[in-house]
């Protein structure tokens, strides 16, 4: 049996990049940082972070454009897929990508943000929405959102789990 899985919660490295594939199909984009601290054997805490390319399709990318932005705790759920390419320098390179098939958003950033959860970010002024609706695209112009009541979402909270996770404490 084969198995391609990867579960990760760490923070949006810049806002969601949303492109559109020439069938129509939306494609969201962004970097995400994942932390691991430990504490070495002299008693000093260590930590380390690791980077990642998220990839997004469809229905889940559009809903990344609006909602996610840079520094934003989520989670998300996929699979491994690499790719390669030839650069300018016309050197062949690899990169692996984590392609999402789920995803949960968690805490915006402090000190900003763009917004509450129900409130969508706008698009940038003078330019188009592409909607995807039964597979036909279809253009739309930027319209101011409407206010939405507040909606309690459960959040992931990361700077809670900074303490290393000790055996005796697994059930």
């Known amino acids: ?7 990760l919660v760490g923070r949006l490295t810049r806002d969601p990049e949303i492109r ?6 939306t494609v969201a984009s962004f970097g995400l940082a994942t932390n691991r601290y430990w504490t ?3 008693g000093q805490k260590q930590d380390e972070t690791e980077f990642h390319n998220i990839v997004i399709f469809g229905k889940l ?3 990344a454009g609006q909602y996610l932005v840079k520094g934003q705790e989520a989670y998300f759920e996929g699979r491994l897929q ?5 650069g300018k320098d016309n050197i062949e390179r690899k990169v692996t990508d ?8 968690g805490a915006k950033p402090q000190g900003g943000g763009q917004g509450s959860y129900g409130a969508p970010r706008p698009a940038a002024s003078g330019q188009a929405n592409q909607v995807s609706q039964n597979n036909a ?11 939405v009541a507040q909606e309690e979402i459960p959040t992931i909270n990361l700077d809670d789990e900074q303490e ?8």
């Open 137 to 147: 695209s279809v253009a739309t112009a930027p319209v101011a959102p409407a206010p």
């Open 82 to 86: 690499t790719r390669a390419y030839t």
């Open 1 to 7: 049996m084969n198995i391609n899985k990867v579960m």
């Open 40 to 42: 070495d054997k002299n």
């Open 164 to 171: 290393e996770v000790k055996i005796e404490d697994v059930p």
């Open 98 to 105: 984590i392609v999402v098939s789920e995803m949960q958003f």
């Open 61 to 63: 990318a559009e809903l």
């Open 20 to 25: 559109t594939t020439n069938s129509g199909s």
